[in-house]
């Protein structure tokens, strides 16, 4: 198992859903599961052998989403992956090196301004938005309205048996928040405050203790195609702020 997430805080640029919509007037379903259309298939993706799991978990995203919303059962291409893996970092395949894992604000920009290519004639260009990681009904909500959304964790040295995720983390050396390093996974399946998150081709359940440890960012990619098509636009989404917010990410990312 290889990690690769440099974590980087959103650029202010990047709202939190609950101000480009009313969340406060909302409340999550009790639970939620995008990641029943779209089973664990015990693919790693190479994130097993290369520190790409950014561009897995981007990849992961759109395929959750196309499974839930057209049935389509496409996985990800490697080729596609570590080609993006290649353009966000300089990785170079044959020599497998840089492979220091990715930028995570690079990373979403990149996504949101050129998009990640989902067919020969169509680009997945989401606007971007977070959730605050310790705020269970922004998080949900997000899950629930928005479709699966990326994790970033600083993983303990205990995080690497994957059944530790499922239980509060423990005390010591071996506990510290990013002791191991970062990672990104994507979440489309919750049950009240305790999530599910796919991660090395394996859905892994998430205590809320450890959640609350080592998960320092919830990134979510609102999809026009997706609210139409499911009917779930969260009540009173501002599109023309979302708009404006991408626009200054786009310049960043520019620049």
Not at 46 to 52: E, H, L, Q, V
Not at 82 to 109: E, K, W
Request: net charge negative.
């Amino acid at each position: 198992m290889k990690l690769g997430a440099r974590h980087r805080t959103q650029p202010l640029a990047v709202r939190p859903l609950s101000q480009r919509a009313s969340l406060h007037l909302m409340t999550p379903p009790p639970h939620v599961d995008w990641h029943a259309k779209c089973p664990a298939d015990g693919d790693a993706l190479s994130n097993d052998k290369y520190g790409c799991c950014v561009e897995v978990a981007d990849y992961r995203i759109i395929q959750m989403r196309k499974a839930n919303l057209w049935g389509d059962a496409t996985k990800p291409l490697v080729s596609d992956i570590l080609g993006r893996y290649s353009a966000l970092t300089g990785f170079n395949i044959t020599t497998g090196q840089p492979d220091n894992g990715t930028d995570t604000v690079a990373d979403m920009q990149s996504w949101c301004t050129h998009g990640i290519r989902i067919s020969d004639q169509t680009e997945d260009v989401p606007y971007w938005t977070m959730a605050h990681p310790t705020n269970q009904n922004e998080v949900n909500l997000a899950i629930a309205h928005t479709g699966p959304v990326a994790i970033t964790m600083l993983l303990p040295i205990g995080a690497q048996d994957l059944n530790a995720w499922s239980r509060a983390p423990g005390t010591g050396a071996d506990w510290q928040p990013g002791s191991w390093g970062g990672h990104r996974v994507m979440c489309g399946k919750y049950d009240g405050n305790v999530r599910t998150v796919r991660t090395w081709g394996v859905d892994v359940t998430v205590h809320p203790d450890f959640w609350n440890a080592y998960v320092v960012s919830v990134d979510a990619t609102i999809s026009h195609e997706w609210l139409d098509t499911t009917g779930l636009t969260p009540l009173g989404l501002d599109f023309d702020a979302l708009k404006t917010d991408m626009t200054y990410v786009q310049l960043a990312a520019n620049n």
